[in-house]
């Protein structure tokens, strides 16, 4: 029923948004249309998942056919090593208790299986998927130096937080359908909490222990959820949310989709929104700047100012479900943006 029910959604909102133009790549293989972003370099490959090491200047890429590499920040590949193929097209990156150190967590939305492998790509540990991912994120819970793990599950499977060796520490399938996950302090309290959202359309947040503590309204269906790097005046985080409303059209018409976003602080006060062309399938918030990156299903990749709410960046053509991050080098002006589209993965410098 709950798979289903998201694929009928994913559907209708792309039947529904009209209106949208994408430009044609060039015969390099990069993007036609570019603005407020200066592209660093590319490297074309079958690239889906994206993931930059923390300051250390390097940032690993996956393919959906088992292939992982590592890139400089001139966009050279120093090395490639395999994982198995099919279990993955999505990377992020945990911080592992003791000598594990950095690993990749490479999984699929829908797949069966989240696997934990150390940065020369041995696997470490695999947890199964049981009615598909919907989406991974690594978080010091309890500030500790090292990540936890924490899984969205599709259907009734709920919501899965796991420590650094992949055991599970709890559970909860008081949610279903849990689009997204992250971490952070949203709540001020000097510690971070689990935030998702689900089939209700919600924000939800978790305490560390597993206890559900509140729900926040964004005033609509919340799907994509990220957490802001840096705390407000409160001391507080703030929480960006992407989702979907109906409205417009007559009475037995077709409504309309209207794609939106917006900030909310931990008490549920909304900063701003805005509205987006169509779905949002990847987010992730910059270090050190008040920049939100999205990808959308249409191909479309926007940088939004968090402090404004304003879009001061995109670029077009970066295929059907674009994967985003940034990569924080120690000692440089800015982090640099992101993006994997299946068909290359992108460096760009937000030039605005």
Not at 55 to 81: H, M, S
Not at 192 to 202: C, D, H, I, L, P
Request: hydrophobic residues 40%; charged residues 20%.
């Amino acid at each position: 029923m709950y798979l289903q029910r998201s694929l009928w959604l994913g559907c209708f909102i792309g039947a529904a948004v009209a209106g949208l133009t994408v430009s044609a790549s060039t015969a390099q293989g990069t993007p036609a249309s570019i603005k407020g972003l200066e592209e660093a370099w590319s490297v074309k490959g079958s690239w889906t998942g994206v993931a930059s090491n923390g300051d250390k200047g390097t940032i690993y890429v996956i393919d959906p056919y088992g292939k992982c590499a590592e890139v400089d920040l001139t966009g050279k590949i120093q090395r490639e090593f395999e994982v198995p193929e099919g279990s993955a097209s999505i990377l992020r990156l945990a911080r592992l208790p003791g000598k594990a150190g950095k690993a990749l967590l490479t999984f699929s939305r829908w797949g069966d299986e989240l696997r934990a492998y150390d940065l020369n790509g041995k696997q470490l540990w695999k947890y199964p998927g049981r009615d598909g991912i919907d989406d991974v994120w690594a978080g010091d819970l309890n500030g500790d130096g090292a990540d936890e793990v924490i899984v969205g599950y599709n259907g009734d499977t709920g919501l899965h937080v796991l420590d650094g060796s992949g055991k599970l520490l709890w559970k909860s399938t008081a949610i279903a359908n849990v689009w997204h996950v992250c971490a952070g302090d949203v709540l001020g309290e000097g510690k971070a909490q689990v935030v998702t959202t689900s089939a209700r359309g919600k924000v939800h947040v978790f305490g560390a222990d597993g206890k559900k503590i509140k729900d926040l309204d964004a005033g609509f269906y919340a799907s994509m959820v990220r957490i802001g790097t840096a705390p407000g005046k409160d001391g507080a985080a703030m929480v960006f949310v992407a989702g979907s409303v109906l409205g417009g059209g007559e009475a037995g018409e077709l409504q309309r989709i209207q794609i939106l976003a917006a900030a909310l602080s931990g008490t549920g006060m909304k900063k701003w929104s805005l509205s987006l062309p169509t779905d949002v399938v990847s987010a992730d918030v910059a270090q050190g700047r008040p920049w939100l990156a999205v990808g959308m299903s249409s191909g479309q990749v926007h940088v939004v100012d968090t402090d404004k709410g304003e879009i001061i960046a995109g670029l077009t053509d970066e295929g059907r479900n674009p994967e985003v991050g940034w990569a924080t080098i120690k000692g440089t002006e800015a982090p640099v943006l992101l993006v994997a589209s299946g068909e290359r993965s992108s460096a760009l410098r937000v030039t605005k």
